[in-house]
């Protein structure tokens, strides 16, 4: 066996931490500006829906997913700095397009979407990421280190909105810049801000990151892509096969754990301004403080994952994840008697239905309850009539938000770092690439399926629709897991070569 030096030690962690950082300013890209993205929106073409929301929240997955696979398949053969500056400088210049989406006189709305696209495809690099965290990791290290990722990935979530948050501070006008034709607000300087931490980014690439790669054991590699920078290894023997049964399932589990989750991000500020009638500036700033805390919910659960799965294994921690993200979509269901206020600007005429199902008939004027808010603006609040649901749907309580929130901010991480840790087990030695690049492929196809789900769900049926059929999803994953509880072992265990 060749004996891992000290020096070689410090260099693949120095270089797995540089990873780390990738990770983080990856999520970072995609939450700084997930809850500013409807009233930016809103503010910059009027002509946008709702619907159409859940089209730009979209692109920045299928960017990721077509981008994901390419990446993975680039870094199997090629050193990975390459793919790595290239994803990252490609992320950097879509942000900068993100802050000029305002200028044209119209459909503003397709530049935004182009932007936060071209932001996904640079996000790609996340299959570069945990691959090379795959192959720089014993098998002993691999769930603390994949643990540690997605600790990096939720800092990354929180400090997200808390720049947005920031950033409201700002306001809506901000400064304009006209020789630039720039302006700097609430919505654009959180975009030019994740732009210089890419920047920062692609430098420390360059001066500090390293290729390495170790077995399951620990023993050295000389990775195919080292391009001369790995040490005098061993020959790689990977015999065996992949178990492609375990890999599907996985990546079909996964894709209901992004699937959900993206619902629940999506959701998070049409649902706050609808049920508790907020204005857009409330609903960036407050859903920013509680994914914040969410946040800080994660990494506290990363860090216990990492001690707890030595005892009881990923598995069984997999399966309390689910449970505890079903209980949390269950609990947000409507299940009161009080309805949504409906926005005043909407109550126009005795055609107009009261929020009372006894009364429905009764002409605008002997509606009390469809006074002009305290707190209203030129803005209109509440929930618009346009959505039929808002006449005959409870509202769902604070109290009930809040909880659920809790709950999938405590199933959603477990589920997240177990499923990338089996599957970089079960995968073993091999180069996992193209692999990793499926399974990001698989996670981006769900946050592009389910905000457009939920987009349409909620619109066009409410809620109770909505949040029961991501129910009756996580069920049939459950499922899923039970079939193949029992393949869920890691290569080396599966042919014998080390005990699980």
């Not at 009233?39 to 089209?55: C, E, N, V």
């Not at 302006?183 to 360059?206: D, E, K, S």
């Given at each position: 066996?060749?004996?891992?030096?000290?020096?070689?030690?410090?260099?693949?962690?120095?270089?797995?931490?540089?990873?780390?950082?990738?990770?983080?300013?990856?999520?970072?890209?995609?939450?700084?500006?997930?809850m500013?993205v409807?009233?930016?929106?809103?503010?910059?073409?009027?002509?946008?829906?709702?619907?159409?929301?859940?089209?730009?929240?979209a692109?920045?997955?299928?960017?990721?997913?077509?981008?994901?696979p390419?990446?993975?398949?680039?870094?199997?053969?090629?050193?990975?700095?390459?793919?790595?500056?290239?994803?990252?400088?490609?992320?950097?210049?879509?942000?900068?397009?993100?802050?000029?989406?305002?200028?044209?006189?119209?459909?503003?709305?397709?530049?935004?979407?182009?932007?936060?696209?071209?932001?996904?495809?640079?996000?790609?690099?996340?299959?570069?990421?945990?691959?090379?965290?795959?192959?720089?990791?014993?098998?002993?290290?691999?769930?603390?280190?994949?643990?540690?990722?997605?600790?990096?990935?939720?800092?990354?979530?929180?400090?997200?909105?808390?720049?947005?948050?920031?950033?409201t501070?700002?306001?809506?006008?901000?400064?304009?810049?006209?020789?630039?034709?720039?302006?700097?607000?609430?919505?654009?300087?959180?975009?030019?801000?994740?732009?210089?931490?890419?920047?920062?980014?692609?430098?420390?690439?360059?001066?500090i990151?390293?290729?390495?790669?170790?077995?399951?054991?620990?023993?050295?590699?000389?990775?195919?892509?080292?391009?001369?920078?790995?040490?005098?290894?061993?020959?790689q023997?990977?015999?065996?096969?992949?178990?492609?049964?375990?890999?599907?399932?996985?990546?079909?589990?996964?894709?209901?754990?992004?699937?959900?989750?993206?619902?629940?991000?999506?959701?998070?500020?049409p649902?706050?301004?609808?049920?508790?009638?907020?204005?857009?500036?409330?609903?960036?700033?407050?859903?920013?403080?509680?994914?914040?805390?969410?946040g800080?919910?994660?990494?506290?659960?990363?860090?216990?994952?990492?001690?707890?799965?030595?005892?009881?294994?990923?598995?069984?921690?997999?399966?309390?994840?689910?449970l505890i993200?079903?209980?949390?979509?269950?609990?947000?269901?409507?299940?009161?008697?009080?309805?949504?206020?409906i926005?005043?600007?909407?109550?126009?005429?005795?055609?107009?239905?009261?929020?009372?199902?006894?009364?429905?008939?009764?002409?605008?004027?002997?509606?009390?309850?469809?006074?002009?808010?305290?707190?209203?603006?030129?803005?209109?609040?509440?929930?618009?009539?346009?959505?039929?649901?808002?006449?005959?749907?409870?509202?769902?309580?604070?109290?009930?938000?809040?909880?659920?929130?809790?709950?999938?901010?405590l199933?959603?991480?477990?589920?997240n770092?177990?499923?990338?840790?089996?599957?970089?087990?079960?995968?073993?030695?091999?180069?996992?690439?193209?692999?990793?690049?499926?399974l990001?492929?698989?996670?981006?196809?769900?946050?592009?399926?389910?905000?457009?789900?939920?987009?349409q769900?909620?619109?066009?049926l409410?809620?109770?629709?909505?949040?029961?059929?991501?129910?009756?999803?996580?069920?049939?994953?459950?499922?899923?897991?039970?079939?193949?509880?029992?393949?869920?072992?890691?290569?080396?265990?599966r042919?014998?070569?080390?005990?699980?």
């Open positions: 066996d060749v004996v891992e030096t000290q020096e070689h030690y410090k260099s693949r962690w120095r270089s797995i931490w540089i990873m780390y950082l990738t990770m983080f300013l990856s999520s970072v890209g995609f939450s700084i500006v997930i500013s409807w009233p930016y929106l809103q503010k910059i073409d009027p002509t946008a829906d709702a619907s159409f929301l859940g089209w730009i929240i692109s920045y997955s299928i960017g990721q997913m077509v981008a994901s390419l990446f993975g398949l680039w870094s199997n053969y090629r050193p990975r700095r390459e793919p790595l500056v290239i994803s990252t400088a490609i992320s950097v210049a879509a942000n900068c397009l993100y802050a000029y989406v305002h200028v044209p006189h119209s459909h503003n709305k397709y530049y935004m979407l182009a932007a936060r696209a071209l932001v996904g495809f640079g996000a790609g690099n996340v299959a570069v990421v945990r691959s090379y965290i795959a192959g720089a990791t014993s098998l002993t290290e691999r769930t603390s280190a994949m643990a540690n990722t997605s600790a990096c990935q939720a800092v990354g979530f929180i400090l997200g909105p808390v720049f947005q948050t920031c950033f501070l700002i306001g809506e006008e901000g400064v304009t810049w006209k020789f630039l034709c720039l302006q700097l607000n609430m919505y654009t300087t959180p975009v030019l801000f994740g732009a210089l931490l890419g920047v920062i980014n692609i430098i420390l690439i360059f001066a990151f390293r290729e390495h790669r170790v077995d399951d054991m620990g023993r050295l590699y000389k990775s195919i892509n080292s391009d001369g920078e790995g040490s005098d290894v061993l020959d023997n990977a015999e065996g096969s992949i178990d492609h049964v375990a890999v599907v399932a996985l990546n079909i589990l996964f894709f209901v754990i992004l699937f959900v989750f993206a619902v629940f991000e999506t959701i998070a500020t649902l706050t301004m609808d049920m508790y009638s907020w204005t857009r500036k409330e609903a960036v700033f407050y859903n920013g403080i509680i994914l914040s805390v969410i800080i919910e994660s990494v506290i659960v990363f860090m216990v994952v990492k001690t707890l799965s030595k005892k009881t294994g990923e598995r069984a921690i997999l399966h309390a994840g689910l993200v079903l209980v949390g979509f269950f609990i947000l269901l409507p299940w009161g008697k009080k309805l949504p206020n926005q005043w600007q909407e109550i126009k005429n005795n055609t107009i239905p009261r929020t009372a199902p006894s009364e429905m008939l009764a002409p605008f004027w002997s509606l009390p309850e469809l006074q002009l808010p305290s707190n209203h603006t030129a803005e209109p609040v509440g929930c618009p009539v346009t959505q039929s649901w808002c006449l005959n749907t409870p509202m769902i309580y604070l109290a009930q938000y809040i909880s659920s929130d809790v709950l999938i901010g199933g959603y991480p477990v589920c770092v177990m499923s990338y840790t089996l599957y970089s087990k079960v995968l073993g030695p091999k180069p996992q690439g193209v692999y990793m690049g499926w990001t492929a698989s996670g981006s196809g769900a946050r592009i399926l389910g905000p457009v789900f939920v987009s769900i909620y619109t066009h409410g809620p109770r629709w909505a949040f029961s059929l991501i129910c009756g999803v996580v069920v049939v994953s459950l499922l899923l897991l039970e079939i193949v509880y029992k393949r869920l072992i890691a290569f080396s265990v042919y014998g070569r080390m005990q699980e």
